[in-house]
């Protein structure tokens, strides 16, 4: 597991975004807000570690706050990813730009 600290662009302070990529899945848990700059620093912290967002099999979504789930839609189009997520948040989710 890898813990890797991102900008927040909608609070301040930094996020928490969890890469497991030593098993047969390449997983994240959240995704940070999905801003420019966090967008940009989320692929290249993944790059430090040999993944691209193309790679990521799973994202599992803690809870529905924009600066936890804000690039979850773009990851799984760029890379076919199955997003989870609580049933009480998949209503909040589904409609985050």
């Known amino acids: 597991m890898r813990r890797i600290l991102l900008s927040?662009?909608?609070?301040?302070g930094s996020n928490n975004v969890y890469l497991?990529?030593?098993?047969?899945?390449t997983v994240l848990v959240d995704t940070g807000d999905g801003e420019d700059g966090t967008r940009d620093e989320l692929r290249s912290?993944?790059?430090e570690y040999d993944v691209a967002v193309a790679d990521v099999d799973r994202v599992l979504l803690t809870h529905w706050h924009?600066?936890?789930?804000?690039?979850?839609?773009e990851i799984q189009?760029?890379?076919?990813a199955t997003v989870h997520v609580h049933a009480r948040d998949a209503?909040?989710?589904a409609g985050d730009p």
Request: aromatic share 6%.
């Open 45 to 47: 912290r993944l790059g």
């Open 20 to 25: 497991f990529a030593d098993g047969p899945e």
């Open 91 to 93: 209503d909040l989710v």
């Open 8 to 12: 927040n662009s909608t609070f301040e």
């Open 66 to 73: 924009h600066d936890h789930v804000g690039m979850a839609a």
């Open 77 to 80: 189009a760029e890379s076919g």
